[in-house]
């Protein structure tokens, strides 16, 4: 939970009666440091920015996830056939170049999570800069450059690109997962919570009849107003925590691949 360091007013000082004789004593460290966070008001609000927060990374990363999967798959079934006759490596350059790009794009997107929901925010990787020589007399600026093809081979063995490749090629598989069981909860806790206003709604006959014994009784319960309640009161309660570990999943597994490795 992101937390405010603007103090709020002192809380003044009980004074003592007459004759009492005694001074009011030091006001307690935790008065004189409250926060704003420490409201019940402001701690509200920041549950209800954290859970939207974690809504939106998650129902966005299966969309977007597709489109990278897509695109990078296209790029290498491309490029990799043709790379017999030497047009599949600008095509393979142009792919990382795409990877990184919706890598980028995802760190950004891990980052405005964070700031909303109060975690780490992911780190950014130091891109490494390219080594530039000196020219030695009698060559030109154009010798001191490199290459097409040292340039196609440096983007081709950067290492991290790779990973931003594995990252847009798997990441749809964990946002497939997240969307699902976000989305599953947040269906279930409005259907449930307002069953009272649209059960009325749903057909008499609910195929209970067709059983007898405890099978009726279960399915009548099943099928009951209150039961629907009972589960949409439990989503709802449980809204909040199931969102944040589903977006916790989904960051933690960019993370392991967009982050750079710490040595």
């Given at each position: 939970?992101?937390?405010?360091?603007?103090?709020?007013?002192?809380?003044?000082?009980?004074?003592?009666?007459?004759?009492?004789g005694a001074t009011p004593g030091p006001v307690p460290q935790r008065?004189?440091?409250?926060t704003e966070a420490s409201t019940p008001g402001h701690a509200?609000?920041?549950?209800?920015?954290?859970?939207?927060?974690?809504t939106a990374y998650v129902l966005v990363a299966l969309p977007w996830t597709l489109v990278g999967f897509v695109l990078?798959?296209?790029?290498?079934?491309?490029?990799?056939?043709?790379?017999?006759?030497?047009?599949?490596?600008?095509?393979?350059?142009?792919?990382?170049?795409?990877?990184?790009?919706f890598a980028g794009v995802e760190r950004v997107r891990g980052a405005r999570r964070a700031a909303l929901a109060g975690d780490r925010p992911q780190q950014a990787r130091p891109r490494p800069q390219p080594v530039r020589t000196q020219p030695t007399s009698g060559?030109?600026?154009?010798?001191?450059?490199?290459?097409?093809?040292?340039?196609?081979?440096r983007a081709l063995s950067d290492v991290q690109s790779w990973r931003d490749v594995v990252h847009a090629l798997t990441a749809w598989v964990v946002a497939t997962v997240t969307f699902s069981v976000t989305l599953?909860?947040?269906?279930g806790a409005v259907a449930g919570v307002t069953a009272f206003a649209w059960d009325q709604y749903l057909p008499a006959s609910t195929g209970a009849e067709d059983f007898s014994g405890t099978a009726r009784d279960v399915l009548e319960v099943l099928n009951s107003t209150g039961f629907r309640l009972g589960v949409g009161i439990a989503l709802l309660l449980t809204l909040l925590p199931m969102t944040r570990a589903m977006a916790r999943l989904q960051v933690g597994f960019a993370r392991t691949l967009l982050e750079m490795p710490t040595r």
């Open positions: 939970m992101i937390e405010t360091t603007a103090p709020l007013p002192l809380r003044p000082a009980s004074s003592a009666g007459p004759g009492a008065d004189r440091w409250q509200g609000l920041t549950r209800l920015r954290s859970l939207g927060a974690d990078v798959l296209a790029g290498l079934a491309l490029s990799v056939p043709l790379m017999v006759l030497g047009i599949g490596f600008p095509i393979a350059v142009a792919t990382l170049a795409v990877a990184r790009w060559a030109g600026v154009d010798a001191a450059r490199l290459s097409l093809p040292r340039r196609t081979a599953t909860w947040w269906v």
